[in-house]
């Protein structure tokens, strides 16, 4: 196994195409599941989104206007985020993949969609049904989990929230737990079989 990467955006709104990304974050893990680098970018994309963010995203993920004024236009930014990409080929990670491919895929970032690999929230997801430590939905259904819940399951502290480097980093430390957790089971399942084959 090569390196992992994890992505994470902070946006001025929830949907993609009247939205813009206003920070980015990557880290990435080794073949052993450590991290061994990260990005981070603050993203301008322009005055006429600043004036049409949300305030509602602007406060949840708590960067000005101010901040935003001061920092790399978007094109910029999404040339070292791509140039940083370029430093580590392996599969590409977020908690909710659809959200961060979706604003990345776009332009000026033109991640590809090849580039994505398994949605971190879906493989907890699955990881805390079997444990019956999801809540319900209203239909009956299993809810999905928000990232500090993943991560309390996993036993792994939260940060700061809603912060790209933040949030990216956490998603790492949820799937490296998850992995290694799925490394002991086929362990533990190899070493089962070898019992009934009489070894």
């Known amino acids: 196994m090569g390196h992992r ?3 994470d955006v902070e946006t001025t709104g929830l949907k993609a195409y009247t939205s813009h990304v206003v920070e980015a974050a990557i880290v990435v893990l080794d073949e052993h599941l450590e991290e061994v680098d990260h990005f981070q970018t603050f993203s301008n994309p322009g005055e006429e989104a600043l004036q049409q963010a949300s305030p509602e995203a602007l406060r ?3 960067i000005s206007p101010e901040d935003l004024r001061a920092a790399p236009p978007a094109e910029d930014a999404a040339r070292a985020l ?4 370029g430093r580590y080929p392996g599969p590409i990670h977020a908690f909710n993949n659809d959200f961060d491919l ?17 949605c971190v ?3 907890a997801m699955k990881a805390m049904k079997e444990a019956d430590a999801l809540e319900t939905r ?4 299993p809810k999905w989990p928000r990232l500090e819940e993943a991560a309390r399951f996993f036993g792994i502290p939260v940060a700061e929230s809603h912060r790209a480097l933040d ?4 998603a790492s430390r949820i799937y490296a737990a998850i992995l290694r957790s799925r490394k002991d089971v086929d362990l533990l399942d190899e070493a089962r ?3 009934d084959d009489g070894y």
């Open 82 to 85: 791509q140039s940083f990409l």
């Open 102 to 118: 979706w604003f990345l895929a776009r332009s000026p970032w033109f991640v590809p969609s090849r580039q994505w690999g398994e």
């Open 121 to 123: 929230m879906l493989a």
């Open 5 to 7: 990467i994890f992505a």
């Open 138 to 141: 209203w239909d009956g259904g």
């Open 60 to 62: 949840v993920n708590r």
């Open 167 to 170: 949030d990216a980093r956490t």
């Open 193 to 195: 079989s070898l019992m």
